[in-house]
């Protein structure tokens, strides 16, 4: 157990509308900047602060206490935190779990990250529903609200920003069984470690490249099947990665996209995405899978999407998933080619697997 924190400082969240909210600092004392969004779940936190889908972001977590049950450095879906910020209605000091290994002041205070506590986080996502996603700023420094405004109104949108070459493994590096005959390209955008953590449970062989790395680097690895990964930012302007997309595609290879990889298919393929009014990040969604029938309940962590119109007009493409609260496109697949994709996270940490089944089928494809 920890001690409850006493020492807290005043701190202050002044997003883009000029909504001002003001709080407890947590984690180090500083100022931070970003695009405010918000996930619903009510477990897995420090998975979500380690996926690096989330660079640029500055997080609410909806759920009541955040880090109540700690840190266990085995929990993470990449080499730190991601999230620029974190704000939370109970930020907790203290743990219960015994597995655990540090507190969440301390995982925050380690991984440099600013937060800011006693925010009414449901009032504030219910702000972020009516309002859309936006730029915010957090300081526990003692700034003033003019010069906060001031830092904010130069933060860059995320509509049209890049991110992904900057969270990339900056040299390739192999996982799993190297004498397995199921050789996996991967191209790294910023994926979870435990998406890699799925096809080796399966017995594949994998080799993680650069964003940016040219095809022909990448067949040199002689693979059976490309997976394009998850990551963060705009996927419009990562012209460098649509053109690797459509050669994988030439090539007749199998290939498997998650989440920015949904999308990448789908501009590879003359489909534009847009940004969504405020993204759908939690571990409860519906989805219907449209082959089967049935419904799965998913994790998600988007703040774009692919065109409904020009998916359904597409005559290449065919729909296999839909999003059960708003009706957007979570799933896709090729009609002449092998390849798929789906926008949510079947690898689901943390979530429900209901769909990990998914990395069975790109499996069978390869075989």
Do not use: W
């Not at 807290?8 to 002044?14: C, G, H, S």
């Not at 509308?17 to 918000?38: P, Q």
């Not at 450095?73 to 910020?85: I, L, Q, T």
């Not at 799993?176 to 953590?197: M, P, Q, T, Y």
């Amino acid at each position: 157990m920890i001690n409850q924190m006493s020492n807290q400082k005043e701190a202050v969240l002044v997003l883009e509308d000029g909504t001002v909210l003001y709080g407890k600092s947590f984690g180090r004392i500083g100022t931070a900047t970003g695009e405010i969004c918000f996930n619903t779940g009510m477990t897995g936190y420090q998975e979500v602060f380690t996926d690096p889908s989330y660079s640029g972001q500055v997080l609410i977590m909806n759920s009541a206490h955040i880090g109540n049950y700690g840190i266990r450095n085995a929990d993470v879906e990449s080499d730190g935190v991601k999230v620029k910020a974190v704000i939370g209605r109970n930020l907790e000091n203290k743990f219960s779990r015994f597995l655990a290994e540090n507190s969440l002041q301390e995982y925050f205070e380690s991984q440099q990250i600013v937060a800011i506590d006693k925010i009414d986080t449901r009032a504030l996502v219910a702000h972020i529903r009516v309002k859309g996603a936006m730029n915010c700023i957090i300081s526990s420094e003692g700034i003033n609200i003019d010069e906060l405004k001031s830092i904010l109104a130069k933060v860059p949108s995320m509509n049209g920003l890049e991110l992904a070459s900057t969270v990339s493994t900056q040299s390739s590096y192999t996982i799993g069984n190297e004498n397995s005959n199921l050789r996996i390209a991967v191209l790294d955008f910023g994926i979870k470690k435990n998406i890699l953590n799925c096809f080796v449970e399966r017995g594949a062989y994998l080799k993680v490249f650069n964003a940016k790395t040219p095809f022909e680097e990448l067949e040199s690895f002689q693979p059976n099947g490309y997976f394009i990964s998850n990551g963060p930012g705009d996927p419009a302007p990562m012209e460098y990665a649509i053109k690797t997309v459509k050669q994988i595609l030439n090539s007749g290879k199998p290939l498997f996209g998650i989440c920015l990889g949904h999308q990448l298919l789908a501009l590879a393929n003359g489909i534009p995405t847009f940004k969504m009014h405020h993204g759908h990040r939690g571990l409860n969604h519906p989805v219907k899978n449209v082959i089967t029938g049935k419904s799965e309940i998913t994790t998600q962590n988007h703040g774009f999407g692919v065109d409904p119109d020009a998916v359904k007009n597409h005559p290449e493409i065919e729909i296999t998933h839909l999003n059960l609260n708003d009706g957007s496109i979570e799933g896709i697949r090729l009609k002449t080619k092998k390849a798929f994709s789906v926008q949510y996270h079947p690898e689901a940490t943390p979530g429900p697997h209901d769909s990990r089944y998914l990395f069975d089928d790109f499996i069978s494809m390869l075989n």
